[in-house]
């Protein structure tokens, strides 16, 4: 017997709202610490299993850019899936098929085919983009004053497994070779055992679905707004980034930040590979990059409730424009200024991303946030392809310093947005 809509209200007021949230943050954490424990590890092994397969440094950037358009091409449906059937079953979906990438990748390592390492990079970013969809689901049920510290949280828990998956280069590359695979296909085997386990985690315990939940008490009001939330389209999302010049700001963010970041990290381990660096220092150099990310992500989630959202741009265009001038004047050998710019390249990214995502977050109502946030990531990943692209045809034909250099230019275009920005802003975004 189908629920009537008293008996559906009721339900809903009878759901601990604060105890359900904690719960989420914790499920959607510890599949975070998994996701980003596969990705970060394959995105060096997948550039380099590329470059060794193709003999081509622009091979290797077109690994990344593959991962990122995987990303991006899935951002939409895994929205539409959020839409429709919840967070838990779209972030389960694009974990699974990260975990199905890895194996192709496998085949393609064995085989020595690019086509098919092309193929399982696009499925691995998959996984990325349900990664990027999860902070958005630590939100759901977050107030306007703790969205910040929510969602960085879950950016925050894949600190883990970002930091250990490039350090664990040389041991999985033993254990596949204990399996009879090439040394660079461990990291995926590593991989596809961590999102398969993530996938199972968020199904299993991802009960009850904090959207439907937010969706539900933003609807309750009139049956007249429950059937407007029950089948949104992905376009409404354009047409109110349209005229939302505030959430507008927050995609530029988000959406500059990853490409500055993709363009510089991709193309670092080949940079250090011209100079025969082993494999455990160009992994101690990505690793040190990851926790620029994700480690002090919480006290950034924290300074953005604080003291704004675009104060906090301001910060994160200021430490990128600083990583890219420091990589850039870094030697191939240089590991400790490598470390330098790459660890303030992701501190930049963590900055852009943490308070451009809360900026798009305040000025959207729940029912269109699925919607508007899937066409941010859209936007953030294409950009984020286009950047790895370039990065490689540019240390291609010229260098690795002029990459960094050309790197800061759309961050510099950022930093004129946001101040066109700023005086139109609400109180809660300056």
């Known amino acids: 017997m189908t629920a009537t809509q008293p008996e559906r209200t009721q339900a809903i007021d009878a759901v601990d709202v604060p105890a359900v949230q904690r719960r989420s943050l914790a499920v959607l954490s510890s599949a975070q610490v998994l996701g980003s424990l596969a990705v970060a590890g394959a995105v060096a092994a997948g550039a380099l299993i590329a470059a060794g397969v193709s003999g081509s440094e622009a091979a290797a950037g077109l690994a990344q ?12 449906p895994l929205a539409r899936l959020a839409l429709s059937r919840g967070r838990r079953a779209s972030l389960a979906a694009g974990y699974g098929i990260g975990a199905l990438g890895c194996l192709v990748v496998i085949s393609g390592a064995i085989w020595w085919s690019l086509p098919l390492v092309y193929v399982g990079c696009l499925l691995v970013g998959v996984a990325t983009a349900a990664g990027f969809q999860a902070r958005y689901a630590a939100t759901d049920l977050a107030t306007e004053n703790t969205r910040g510290r929510s969602l960085s949280i879950v950016v925050w828990a894949g600190t883990i497994g970002a930091v250990a998956g490039p350090n664990l280069l040389e041991v999985s590359g033993r254990l596949a070779l204990s399996m009879g695979l090439p040394q660079l296909a461990g990291p995926y085997v590593v991989g596809g055992v961590a999102l398969a386990a993530a996938t199972i985690v968020l199904l299993v315990f991802l009960r009850p679905d904090p959207y439907v939940i937010a969706r539900a008490k933003a609807a309750r009001a009139s049956i007249a707004a429950a059937a407007e939330v029950a089948h949104p389209r992905l376009r409404d999302g354009i047409a109110h980034l349209r005229n939302n010049r505030t959430a507008l700001l927050g995609v530029s963010t988000i959406a500059i930040g990853h490409v500055a970041m993709v363009s510089v990290m991709v193309m670092t381990p080949i940079h250090m590979a011209h100079v025969d660096v082993t494999l455990q220092l160009i992994g101690l150099v990505i690793s040190v990059h990851v926790a620029g990310m994700y480690a002090l992500s919480p006290v950034v989630g924290w300074a953005v409730d604080r003291f704004g959202r675009i104060p906090v741009i301001v910060v994160g265009i200021v430490i990128l424009l600083a990583a890219c001038a420091i990589s850039g004047l870094a030697a191939g050998d240089d590991i ?33 946030r699925p919607s508007v946030q899937g066409l941010s990531d859209l ?3 294409v950009a984020g392809a286009v950047g790895g692209a370039v990065a490689g045809l540019v240390v291609l034909f010229s260098s690795y310093a002029v990459l960094c250099v050309v790197a800061m230019i759309p961050v510099l275009g950022l930093a004129v947005f946001t101040a066109a920005c700023r005086p139109r802003s609400n109180k809660r975004s300056v």
């Open 379 to 381: 936007v953030m990943n």
């Open 65 to 76: 850019t593959f991962g990122v358009v995987g990303a991006a091409i899935m951002a939409l």
């Open 336 to 368: 400790t200024l490598l470390g330098v710019g790459l660890f303030l390249l992701g501190l930049g990214w963590s900055c852009t991303l943490i308070a451009g995502s809360t900026l798009l977050v305040d000025g959207v109502a729940p029912q269109e």
